[in-house]
């Protein structure tokens, strides 16, 4: 199957600082992808949906300004977490659907665990 | 806003019992997709169903969509330790996935 990587798998950051977290596909192209939160043993939110080439579309509750999506070309979504704080720590997953449609299966990402102090 | 319930919440099972796990919409889905989240991973594609009443199988798991097209099942015959994880169901919601709540099986040996 297709594959999707996330960079890094693991972070820790002290609050008040901005971390940025890599999505590519790496051997299709993803004119959209999809930003996850899940906490342990949770289910996966839906954040925002990265569309390439125009403005992210966030999900009620999740704050644009906050959560700084950035879809710079065919295989790369980036997520920066601005400022981060102690309650933005939670494992953030990234997905792309097979064939650049979205009603097809997700490829995920491996995760990325932030962590803030 | 869309939501899909599932339960049960947890099940552990003794190897070689039966498991299943329910999904629901209140609306109708376009399609249904299952997931399979092994601790410490993420969430793998296991199958995507589409039509009404639709049944598939793959080796011990039977998934079924509902003819409302708005619950879905995964039943797995005689539990491994391999099927240990965490089981979500995805119901599709024009461009975007709602996940359920998910189900961890643990499977005792």
């Known amino acids: 199957g297709a594959v999707v990587s996330q960079h890094p798998s693991r972070v820790i950051c002290k609050s008040g600082t901005s971390v940025k977290i890599e999505c590519r596909s790496l051997?299709?192209?993803?004119?959209?992808m999809f930003w996850y939160r899940q906490f342990p043993k949770k289910s996966l939110m839906l954040m925002a949906t990265s569309n390439e080439g125009s403005k992210a579309t966030y999900e009620q509750g999740v704050e644009k300004d906050k959560f700084l999506i950035n879809h710079a070309s065919l295989t790369l979504s980036t997520l920066t977490v601005t400022s981060a704080h102690p309650e933005d720590s939670s494992f953030y997953i990234c997905?792309?659907?097979?064939?650049?449609?979205?009603?097809?299966?997700?490829?995920f990402g491996p995760g990325t665990r932030l962590t803030v102090l | 806003g869309q939501q899909v319930m599932q339960i049960p919440q947890y099940q552990h099972v003794q190897e070689g019992e039966d498991f299943t796990t329910y999904c629901n919409s209140s609306?109708?889905?376009?399609?249904i997709q299952w997931y399979k989240q092994r601790p410490g991973g993420h969430p793998v594609f296991l199958i995507q169903l589409v039509k009404s009443g639709e049944v598939k199988k793959q080796k011990r798991l039977t998934f079924q969509f509902g003819e409302a097209k708005k619950n879905s099942s995964l039943h797995i015959t005689a539990t491994q330790t391999t099927d240990v994880g965490t089981y979500f169901c995805a119901g599709q919601y024009g461009n975007k996935l709602v996940f359920g709540a998910g189900t961890i099986l643990r499977v005792k040996s």
């Open positions: 051997d299709f192209q993803a004119t959209t």
């Open positions: 609306t109708t889905l376009s399609n």
């Open positions: 997905s792309a659907p097979a064939g650049g449609m979205t009603y097809n299966e997700q490829f």
